[in-house]
């Protein structure tokens, strides 16, 4: 199996920028498709964008499309979540989520197996 662990989440004004990032342990990463979920406080969890294994292709949440880049180093064990053009109705904590499904799947089943703790990002007004 393998541990997630989030980090760079914060507080920024509305149209700034963050780079999450979500660190794995475990098995190999390489192994695993990764994705970023997020929840709004009072909302469910929603799919925010995801990327597979080998081919690095991706997908993106209508709302993030063009303001979110999903990307991975398999060599540092590292997926990451580029936040640019934030806006206040991103804010929420942000999970890392990974799992051997392929990202269709992932985003079918409304996440896979691994789990991250989530870090908080608050976007000001």
């Known amino acids: 199996q393998v541990q997630l662990v989030e980090s760079g989440g914060g507080l920024v004004q509305a149209g700034g920028s963050l780079r999450l990032s979500c660190a794995a342990s475990g098995r190999t990463f390489s192994s695993y498709a990764a994705a970023w979920f997020r929840q709004a406080p009072g909302k469910e969890r929603e799919f925010v964008a995801a990327?597979?294994?080998?081919?690095?292709?991706?997908l993106y949440a209508d709302s993030v499309k063009g303001r979110f880049t999903i990307s991975r180093d398999n060599a540092k064990n590292t997926a990451y979540l580029q936040m640019n053009s934030l806006k206040p109705e991103d804010t929420a904590v942000y999970y890392c989520n990974a799992d051997t499904k392929s990202i269709d799947a992932i985003v079918t089943h409304r996440g896979g197996d691994y789990w991250g703790q989530g870090t908080q990002v608050t976007v000001s007004s």
């Open positions: 990327i597979s294994r080998v081919d690095f292709s991706t």
